[in-house]
């Protein structure tokens, strides 16, 4: 089976990654994919065609909550939130009301008007 073929097949057949690696093993043999990579291919596909599971799944959400307890305690439990904002990790973006409702939600967080505490 080529991938064009494929593609239409799942089109009106969604099927998830390990069925879709097993039953075209020699397809994806000869791509040297592996089935991580079949579930990353699946999930590329236009939304018409992509299996039942969201795109969601194949991301990596890092702990934004443990990243700000680790910079408080560096920076011995407060600092404003305007710098916080600029020391997220890579690829993150939020804002500062989300990092409020992420503070009020966290045990070891704590909001003090333009602070972000860290909570003994």
Request: aromatic fraction near 4%; proline fraction near 6%.
């Amino acid at each position: 089976m080529e991938i064009a073929q494929l593609i239409k097949q799942l089109g009106s057949t969604p099927k998830n990654a390990a069925t879709v690696f097993s039953e075209n093993r020699t397809l994806w043999q000869s791509l040297g994919f592996s089935q991580t990579q079949v579930a990353l291919w699946l999930a590329s596909l236009p939304q018409k065609n992509q299996q039942n599971k969201s795109s969601s799944d194949y991301q990596v959400t890092p702990d934004i909550a443990a990243h700000l307890v680790s910079l408080l305690q560096q920076a011995g439990g407060r600092m404003p939130l305007a710098q916080v904002l600029k020391k997220l990790p890579p690829g993150i973006t939020t804002s500062e009301q989300q990092i409020r409702k992420l503070a009020q939600q966290h045990a070891q967080l704590d909001i003090k008007g333009p602070l972000l505490i860290l909570v003994n």
